[in-house]
């Protein structure tokens, strides 16, 4: 605790800290306005709804799949305090053109128009457009914002860094979430421009972190730079581990964060200040999970408790799911408001378990991404973490692409929450493997 104290009164870390919350506040405050927007009021029905999550969520991942190797080379061949700086002046365009679309949809322009087959309308495109810029601004600040704290920290230092990093994170994420059900779609729309700005102005402060090693060349070429760039650092057995287990672990939040707002309004008959709840609860809990496992860990980057932590966010997973069945045999027929959906029977079970999937999974995926930063040579930091961001992202898409596949089935949402339980099980076995490898390499200290 004092290390994560005296990490927040410096210029290393703050600027970068405060940074990376405003980044996450804004994203998700436009996220979660647009995707309630469109959910509660433009579409009105489980399938389409379903599909609409799962096309936006698969929108956002999208860009880490293409562009991450060029991020990470550019992170780590290039000035990164200087691409926070224009990543963040170009998030100040992209949320222009993310509150039009916010705006006109609420002013109730539907302006048709027939995309490939697909009926929809310009301002749920403008909202997808920005959504899908908003992948590529994250995609180009995810390598740096793990791999800048070796530059910034102290070796002793980097485990709190990461820790404080990740609960900032979801702090942020809780912040932006709970505004977004709360606040009028109109008032998002001005606040996720000014918020914008004001991310911009910290970064500035963030100090310059060079290049580390030799400049090389970069390779423009997307899907060559792609391959070769998981092909050379998967070849180490405790990163390879670690960037596969992370990559089950947001497969399985991919396809939870989807199934949220659907399963909030269709199964738990529950507004859209409940759906917000629900994702608040899920943020909180990986936010404690994230400080929780520093502290059980005592500073040493050990994948001791992964296999232990996955398992039990797949027992809180299946409970979750046991008790959504439980309440459609015995739910309202109308649309519950928060005092409303909090006097009804099991409403605190609800939260109760995702609050546990969430805790669990926190301390799960905490350790693993400050093995990325550590098992590997400074200068190769930025490439390692945009090696995990192109897994991660494949994974994501793939989970995005079952879920608008069992939507498209008519598969109830519900249901479909069972496929997340499953995924623990591989994360666990992947958690294992990378334990093992741990050991075997001398790292590991019971």
Same mark, same amino acid.
Request: glycine letters at 8%.
């Given at each position: 605790m004092f290390t994560s104290t005296h990490l927040l009164r410096t210029r290393r870390f703050l600027p970068l800290f405060v940074t990376q919350l405003f980044n996450a506040f804004n994203d998700n405050l436009y996220k979660t306005a647009m995707v309630l927007f469109v959910v509660y009021q433009i579409y009105n029905s489980e399938e389409a709804e379903g599909m609409f999550s799962a096309v936006a969520s698969g929108l956002f991942i999208l860009p880490f799949f293409v562009?991450?190797?060029?991020?990470?080379?550019?992170?780590?061949?290039?000035? =990164?305090?200087?691409?926070?700086?224009?990543? =963040?002046?170009?998030?100040?365009?992209?949320?222009?053109?993310?509150?039009?679309?916010? /705006?006109?949809?609420?002013?109730?322009?539907?302006?048709?128009?027939?995309?490939?087959?697909?009926?929809?309308?310009?301002?749920v495109l403008l909202m997808l457009l920005a959504l899908f810029m908003t992948g590529i601004q994250s995609t180009f600040l995810g390598p740096i914002k793990y791999a800048i704290l070796p530059q910034h920290l102290r070796k002793e230092e980097v485990l709190a860094g990461t820790g404080l990093v990740e609960a900032g994170t979801y702090i942020a994420i809780l912040a932006g979430t709970?505004?977004?059900?709360?606040?009028?779609?109109?008032?998002?729309?001005?606040?996720?421009?000014?918020?914008?700005?004001?991310?911009?102005?910290?970064?500035?402060q963030v100090p310059d972190a060079p290049p580390q090693g030799a400049v090389e060349k970069l390779?423009?070429?997307?899907?060559?730079a792609s391959v070769k760039l998981v092909r050379d650092t998967m070849h180490q057995a405790e990163v390879f581990y670690a960037i596969l287990a992370i990559s089950f672990f947001w497969t399985i939040g991919a396809?939870?964060?989807?199934? /949220?707002?659907?399963?909030? =309004?269709?199964?738990?008959?529950?507004s859209k200040e409940?759906?917000?709840?629900?994702?608040?609860? /899920?943020?909180?809990?990986?936010a404690i999970g994230s400080v929780a496992v520093g502290a059980l860990l005592k500073g040493k980057v050990s994948a001791r408790y992964a296999p232990q932590s996955v398992i039990a966010m797949g027992v809180f997973v299946v409970a979750f799911y046991a008790v959504c069945k439980l309440w459609q045999a015995? =739910?309202?027929?109308?649309?519950?408001?928060?005092?409303? /959906?909090?006097?009804?029977?099991?409403?605190?079970?609800?939260?109760?378990c995702l609050l546990g999937i969430a805790v669990a999974g926190g301390m799960f995926v905490v350790p693993l991404y400050a093995f990325l930063t550590t098992r590997v040579a400074p200068d190769k930091a930025s490439r390692t973490i945009a090696a995990n961001n192109i897994v991660n992202s494949g994974a994501m898409v793939g989970g995005s692409l079952l879920a608008m596949a069992m939507s498209a089935a008519g598969v109830p949402i519900v249901e479909q929450v069972l496929i997340s339980a499953a995924m623990c099980l591989v994360s666990a076995w992947l958690g294992k493997r990378l334990l093992e490898a741990e050991r075997a390499s001398g790292m590991h200290e019971e």
């Open positions: 562009l991450s190797a060029l991020a990470g080379q550019l992170a780590d061949m290039r000035d =990164k305090a200087a691409i926070i700086r224009r990543v =963040k002046a170009f998030e100040i365009l992209l949320m222009l053109i993310g509150a039009t679309g916010l /705006f006109l949809a609420w002013r109730g322009y539907e302006m048709p128009v027939n995309l490939l087959g697909i009926d929809t309308s310009v301002p709970i505004l977004a059900g709360w606040i009028p779609v109109e008032v998002a729309a001005v606040g996720i421009i000014l918020t914008s700005v004001v991310g911009y102005l910290v970064s500035r390779d423009w070429h997307i899907l060559r396809v939870l964060f989807i199934q /949220f707002p659907p399963l909030a =309004k269709n199964v738990i008959m529950a409940v759906a917000s709840i629900f994702l608040v609860v /899920f943020s909180v809990g990986v015995d =739910k309202p027929d109308q649309l519950l408001d928060v005092a409303g /959906f909090l006097a009804w029977p099991m409403a605190s079970v609800i939260l109760l």
